[in-house]
């Protein structure tokens, strides 16, 4: 089956994107080849030119680099962020993050769509993170974003899709990959979110606190593709207040 993950005019593979903020430099390549990822964030801080250690210099070769906009508390100070990552080298894909609210970290969805509709004139692949709203995301779209990526809970809190019949909306009603990013905590609720539809999961903590961490990136990776699996298939029915025997019960002692 041709079932490829399309963003921008590009094909992947895998549906695993590694967000890779809390990972040490030399864990970064291992985790990635675990989880078999084919896309990964970097924070712009962490590519250090001509500095003793790069994250660019841990990405394994053929990864497409996804640099995020963290820190930028407004627009311009995201599209300031995304030019200076495309002119050291990591090409033209960025996810705009836009958070001023330093007690929650949640994301400024007007400000976000600004920097979307900047960028995405600029000629960038974007990839804007969200709060799941209807009325944010068509708004995005409209702006030029490449795929709409909505939180599932807090960042950082492994809480799971806590945020999941929004979630579900945006795949109902967004003609744009939805990516699930910030929150998933297991690979159990990854595989949820892939059934419900979502294109693709984005992990960090829950793979960087993990006791064995490239484990847990092989973890999501299969949950992933079951996920995924799942929901080409069809799910079947679900029956309210009665069963339903697989097999037949009658007959089978009549002669």
């Given at each position: 089956m041709n079932d490829k993950l399309v963003i921008g005019g590009h094909e992947f593979e895998s549906r695993f994107i590694l967000g890779s903020g809390k990972f040490s430099l030399d864990m970064t390549k291992a985790v990635?080849?675990?989880?078999?990822?084919?896309?990964a964030t970097l924070a712009l801080r962490r590519a250090n030119v001509g500095g003793e250690e790069n994250i660019l210099d841990y990405m394994p070769k053929g990864i497409t680099l996804l640099p995020n906009t963290s820190g930028a508390r407004n627009a311009n100070e995201a599209v300031r962020i995304a030019r200076l990552a495309r002119e050291i080298g990591c090409g033209d894909f960025v996810k705009v993050e836009v958070v001023n609210d330093s007690k929650y970290l949640m994301p400024d969805n007007y400000e976000t769509i600004k920097a979307t509709e900047i960028l995405a004139k600029e000629g960038f692949i974007v990839m804007p993170?969200?709060?799941?709203?209807?009325?944010?995301?068509?708004?995005m779209t409209q702006a030029g974003a490449a795929a709409i990526m909505p939180l599932?809970?807090?960042?950082?809190?492994?809480?799971?899709?806590?945020?999941?019949?929004?979630?579900?909306?945006?795949?109902?009603?967004?003609?744009?990959p939805i990516i699930v990013d910030a929150g998933i905590g297991r690979p159990s609720q990854a595989c949820e979110a892939m059934e419900m539809g979502v294109a693709a999961i984005m992990c960090n903590t829950a793979v960087a606190t993990a006791g064995d961490v490239a484990l847990m990136a092989k973890a999501f990776r299969l949950a992933i593709e079951a996920g995924r699996?799942?929901?080409?298939?069809?799910?079947?029915?679900?029956?309210?207040?009665?069963?339903?025997?697989?097999?037949?019960?009658?007959?089978?002692l009549e002669d």
């Amino acid at each position: 089956m041709n079932d490829k993950l399309v963003i921008g005019g590009h094909e992947f593979e895998s549906r695993f994107i590694l967000g890779s903020g809390k990972f040490s430099l030399d864990m970064t390549k291992a985790v990635i080849e675990s989880g078999k990822v084919e896309m990964a964030t970097l924070a712009l801080r962490r590519a250090n030119v001509g500095g003793e250690e790069n994250i660019l210099d841990y990405m394994p070769k053929g990864i497409t680099l996804l640099p995020n906009t963290s820190g930028a508390r407004n627009a311009n100070e995201a599209v300031r962020i995304a030019r200076l990552a495309r002119e050291i080298g990591c090409g033209d894909f960025v996810k705009v993050e836009v958070v001023n609210d330093s007690k929650y970290l949640m994301p400024d969805n007007y400000e976000t769509i600004k920097a979307t509709e900047i960028l995405a004139k600029e000629g960038f692949i974007v990839m804007p993170y969200m709060y799941p709203d209807l009325n944010a995301a068509r708004a995005m779209t409209q702006a030029g974003a490449a795929a709409i990526m909505p939180l599932a809970a807090p960042i950082g809190s492994n809480k799971g899709l806590s945020t999941k019949d929004f979630i579900q909306i945006l795949v109902d009603e967004i003609n744009l990959p939805i990516i699930v990013d910030a929150g998933i905590g297991r690979p159990s609720q990854a595989c949820e979110a892939m059934e419900m539809g979502v294109a693709a999961i984005m992990c960090n903590t829950a793979v960087a606190t993990a006791g064995d961490v490239a484990l847990m990136a092989k973890a999501f990776r299969l949950a992933i593709e079951a996920g995924r699996a799942a929901y080409l298939s069809g799910p079947g029915r679900i029956l309210n207040y009665k069963a339903e025997a697989s097999s037949p019960l009658t007959g089978f002692l009549e002669d």
